[in-house]
């Protein structure tokens, strides 16, 4: 095992899981080639299986871990209707402000965070050059058209949330599913909102995935299931490797609040660019099932057949964001610490994603130590086994401790290597990840070994490394 000295903790920026991102292939500008468009990125290889990770664990713990709650996809295109029952196209709107001198536009309420088109070092309307209209409101939805003709086509919007989708088909679920309330229904799926100032990598993109449940309880129930909601959301991200010391649960105050809300209160975590939401939790009320009723006609309400009693229910609501989970899972995860050079003595710093085992994109990378005498051959058949029940990878480029540092910025948590021994006794080495201890492991039954200590119960070790 090689001694480890950790550095500060301090350690992540912003520029530095961006470069990691681009340089390993889980994230990068979307249309690069071209220029690039503002705050659009595209997930690689790594980029796309770590996301589906993120996602996979949320339905876990929807449906795998609970019975009360079943799963929904709805179109990404609806009746515009649905957007005037909600509220979205009279009042889904920030505060917009164009600058004469530079031609930038800028949200009116975040001035004092953005930076001026030609001074980066000031914030807009801060110098003498600086021009600002008014502020004006500006719809955030994206507008197009259904029909092969724009003048004939009927609007429709790019839905800015997924949840209403699942309201609309309160209806059609309560009737196949079964439930009765308390019951949620589930749903994953990219919603789009025309950003005035997106930013910060993913943290703020103008396309985006989210992860939102709407739970239908009794009117009554509604404040118990609200607190049950909040001490579940941020358990998740904990039992997940963030440290709690970077999570923080934050009510909003009264003049924050949606007007469907009686209470909100957001999930933060501390990234590089401070204390963000990650995901809200949101007492609705009876406002979405109740506008959707007045304006399509239909009845949206629950008959308990045992009391007689009809009412609406109450949603409680946790909204999150696939993207921004994802953004906080490599932030914590993100380390970087001095080792001796592995197969050489020296000191060097090794760069390391400490990901959640779950979530990690690669659980195993095989690795031949030379490319001759039979461990190719014999590698490939460890990663063949390996690969039939974890996302396994083969890996016989450069020198093993190069390779060994490509696993480690990927976040892959065991490497296994092939080596001469492997031919004689069958068996090879088991490099973990976090403590890079090595230990000799039979190669048969090495998959089920794999995935045993993937479902193990994991604790990030960057809680006993900091203080």
């Known amino acids: 095992m090689a001694d480890a ?56 713990a929807m449906l795998q871990e609970r019975d009360d709650i079943v799963a929904i996809d709805s179109a990404i295109l609806q009746h515009p ?19 004469r001198t530079c031609k930038q536009r800028f949200r009116a309420d975040h001035l004092a965070e953005l930076q001026c088109g030609r001074k980066p070092s000031r914030h807009p309307g801060e110098t003498d050059e600086c021009d600002l209209t008014q502020a004006r409101d500006f719809n955030l939805m994206f507008e197009t058209t259904i029909g092969p003709v724009k003048e004939s086509g009927a609007t429709a919007y790019l839905r800015p949330e997924t949840a209403q989708g699942i309201f609309i088909n309160f209806k059609n679920v309560l009737q196949f599913s ?34 939102e449940m709407e739970y239908f309880v009794p009117p009554a129930e509604a404040p118990k299931w609200f607190e049950h909601w909040l001490a579940e959301r941020e358990r998740w991200y ?7 010391g970077h999570l923080r649960l934050r009510a909003h105050e009264p003049e924050e609040l949606s007007h469907y809300s009686s209470r909100t209160s957001d999930v933060e975590y501390l990234f590089p660019i401070g204390w963000q939401e990650l995901e809200g939790i ?26 007689g009693e009809r009412y609406v229910p109450h949603v409680i609501e946790p909204a999150a964001g696939a993207d921004r989970a ?5 932030v914590d995860a993100y380390d970087e610490e001095t080792v001796e050079r592995e197969g050489a003595g020296a000191g060097e710093t090794r760069t390391v994603l400490r990901l959640h085992p779950r979530l990690a994109p690669v659980k195993a990378a095989v690795l031949p130590l030379v490319n001759k005498d039979r461990q190719p051959e ?43 021994q492997s031919l004689q006794d069958g068996t090879l080495t088991l490099r973990d990840r976090d403590s890079l201890a090595q230990e000799r492991q039979p190669i048969e039954g090495i998959a089920e070994e794999i995935e045993r200590r993937v479902l193990a119960p994991w604790r990030t070790p960057k809680l006993s490394e900091r203080p």
């Open 178 to 211: 079964r439930k009765r309330p308390p019951f949620g229904i589930a749903q994953v799926g990219k919603s789009f909102r025309n950003e005035i100032t997106p930013g910060n990598f993913i943290f703020r993109t103008r396309e985006f995935e989210q992860m």
């Open 5 to 60: 000295t950790p550095t500060h903790e301090d350690v992540v920026t912003m520029d530095k899981i961006v470069a990691l991102c681009k340089r390993r292939g889980f994230i990068f500008p979307s249309s690069e080639i071209y220029g690039g468009v503002g705050s659009t990125y595209d997930y690689g290889h790594y980029g796309v299986l770590l996301k589906n990770n993120v996602k996979g664990e949320w339905w876990r």
């Open 238 to 244: 904990v039992d997940l490797g963030i440290r709690p």
């Open 282 to 307: 949101a007492n609705r009320g009876d406002f979405d099932l109740s506008q959707h009723a007045e304006h399509s006609g239909e009845k949206l309400e629950y008959f308990d057949q045992g009391s």
């Open 81 to 99: 209707k649905v957007w005037e029952a909600s509220g979205h196209l009279a009042g889904f709107t920030d505060p917009l402000v164009d600058c």
């Open 378 to 420: 014999l590698a490939r058949e460890v990663h063949d086994a390996l690969r039939a029940t974890v996302q396994s990878e083969y890996d016989d480029g450069g020198a093993i401790g190069r390779r060994y540092r490509r696993q480690d910025e990927i976040g892959t948590p065991f490497c296994l290597t092939i080596d001469h």
């Open 326 to 330: 994802t953004l906080a899972f490599l």
